[in-house]
């Protein structure tokens, strides 16, 4: 599941399956493929992206209230 949250650039990505080398592994590839460089003619753009990782027993949707909730508080 992928979910874009309120604010411009911020996404979370749910897998519901999977150990700790799973999602490790899924993250360093999504950053990979994320860095490479996007081209507009001969000119390269780079993208910046940075990961963060929480692991529960609940449900996606009960991560992404909290997830929400933790992002609009000041």
Known sequence: MTQRLQRGGDFVLVLQEGDAEVVAYCCTRLLHEVQQPIFTGQHPHYLMAS????CAPQDASAILRRCCACRTSP
């Open 51 to 54: 990961i963060g990782i929480a």
